[in-house]
């Protein structure tokens, strides 16, 4: 975010342009991607703009009017942006019928903006398709964060969905479907989707990082019920971490160490519906969201230094 302070003298009179002129010149010379606030003020005074002049013409005219201009812009470097890419579990709205995105109260453990572009329902492969990669890699700035973790949605289906991964943990996997209409299509692996997404986010100089799924509303073992294990997509998750040389977040172990902890009668009671064990309620979203902030501490990202002290807090250790 930028930030500037103009102070603009004429002989004690107050003398100064609409402020939202001189924010939208500003802003254009500077190509900021968010707004400027400014205030315009004289000794002891404090003004919100008023008049329609553009700062190039308060400048050009001001030795006419004999107007002693005095300005002084404080810019303040404009704050990295964490942009979130994932599917319902992460997105604001989650499944629908109450429930909620993690990627919602995450905002709050942080101190930089956030963008949540989750969208429910899709895939690594069909938010690859979609643009949808494309249109944060055409965002990001150097120095953004873009998180990622995708896997509900991956899995196979008969006829074509449009969402699944080609099966198997490597970049060059392939696989060919059949959708609906009979039409043959070429899908890639997993890896594939999200690695092309990686190196994209970084030639833009931002910093990607990928997690595991978040593990659905349901236990093992019936004497002391702990959350059923991961499946491939945590693998895969990892795998690309790997080989791209990202952080990764094991997500999954995260949330299942906070669920483990409370019980599965809490854990069911509180933070899902009886319908759906999958989206979470608004309340298991802060938890979930708690449960990725913990990964994030105990990783190496540059990021965990923008947790604030809400973050600070989250439960549990490190894994």
Same mark, same amino acid.
């Given at each position: 975010?930028?930030? +500037?302070?103009?102070?603009?003298?004429?002989?004690?009179?107050?003398? @100064?342009?609409?402020?939202?002129?001189?924010?939208?010149?500003v802003t254009n010379c500077l190509r900021a991607r968010s707004p400027i606030h400014l205030?315009?003020?004289?000794?002891?005074? &404090?003004?919100?703009?008023?008049?329609?002049?553009?700062?190039?013409?308060?400048?050009?005219?001001?030795? /006419?009017?004999?107007?002693?201009?005095?300005?002084?812009?404080?810019?303040?470097?404009? /704050?990295?942006?964490?942009?979130?890419?994932?599917?319902?579990?992460?997105?604001?709205?989650?499944?629908?019928?109450?429930? &909620?995105?993690? $990627?919602?109260?995450?905002?709050?453990?942080?101190?930089?903006?956030?963008?949540?572009?989750?969208?429910?329902?899709?895939?690594?492969?069909?938010?690859?398709? &979609?643009?949808? @990669?494309?249109?944060?890699?055409?965002?990001?700035?150097? $120095?953004?964060?873009?998180?990622?973790?995708?896997?509900?949605?991956?899995?196979?289906?008969?006829?074509?969905?449009?969402?699944?991964? /080609?099966?198997?943990?490597?970049?060059?996997?392939?696989?060919?479907?059949?959708?609906?209409?009979?039409?043959?299509?070429?899908?890639?692996?997993?890896?594939?989707?999200?690695?092309?997404?990686?190196?994209?986010?970084? +030639?833009?100089? /931002?910093?990607?990082?990928?997690?595991?799924?978040?593990?659905?509303?349901?236990?093992?073992?019936?004497?002391?019920?702990?959350?059923?294990?991961?499946?491939?997509?945590?693998?895969?998750?990892?795998?690309?971490?790997?080989?791209?040389?990202?952080?990764?977040?094991?997500?999954?172990?995260?949330?299942?160490?906070?669920?483990?902890?409370? $019980?599965?009668? @809490?854990?069911?009671?509180?933070?899902?519906?009886?319908?759906?064990?999958?989206?979470?309620l608004p309340a298991g979203a802060t938890n979930v969201a708690q449960a990725f902030v913990r990964g994030l501490l105990?990783?190496?990202?540059?990021?965990?230094?923008?947790?604030?002290?809400?973050?600070?807090?989250?439960?549990?250790?490190?894994?």
């Amino acid at each position: 975010m930028y930030h +500037a302070r103009f102070f603009l003298f004429n002989g004690g009179h107050k003398c @100064f342009a609409c402020l939202s002129r001189i924010k939208r010149f500003v802003t254009n010379c500077l190509r900021a991607r968010s707004p400027i606030h400014l205030t315009a003020s004289r000794p002891g005074v &404090q003004f919100k703009g008023c008049s329609k002049l553009a700062l190039r013409r308060i400048l050009r005219t001001a030795p /006419a009017m004999k107007v002693f201009v005095c300005l002084f812009v404080a810019l303040k470097v404009a /704050a990295q942006t964490i942009y979130l890419a994932g599917d319902s579990t992460m997105a604001v709205g989650g499944g629908g019928s109450g429930t &909620q995105g993690w $990627g919602v109260p995450f905002a709050s453990f942080v101190n930089i903006p956030v963008v949540n572009d989750g969208v429910a329902g899709t895939s690594a492969r069909s938010y690859s398709d &979609q643009g949808r @990669f494309n249109t944060i890699v055409n965002l990001v700035r150097p $120095g953004d964060f873009v998180i990622i973790e995708f896997g509900h949605n991956d899995a196979a289906a008969n006829p074509d969905n449009g969402k699944q991964d /080609a099966v198997g943990d490597g970049y060059n996997i392939t696989s060919t479907v059949t959708a609906a209409n009979g039409t043959q299509i070429l899908i890639h692996s997993f890896h594939f989707y999200i690695e092309n997404a990686v190196n994209a986010i970084k +030639a833009k100089g /931002a910093i990607p990082i990928i997690a595991s799924l978040t593990p659905d509303n349901i236990w093992t073992n019936a004497t002391t019920p702990v959350i059923a294990a991961g499946g491939r997509f945590v693998t895969y998750a990892h795998t690309v971490s790997v080989d791209t040389s990202i952080v990764y977040v094991d997500h999954f172990s995260y949330v299942a160490q906070n669920y483990n902890k409370l $019980g599965k009668s @809490f854990v069911s009671a509180n933070y899902y519906t009886t319908a759906d064990h999958l989206h979470t309620l608004p309340a298991g979203a802060t938890n979930v969201a708690q449960a990725f902030v913990r990964g994030l501490l105990c990783s190496t990202s540059t990021l965990k230094s923008h947790v604030n002290a809400a973050g600070q807090a989250a439960p549990n250790g490190c894994l």
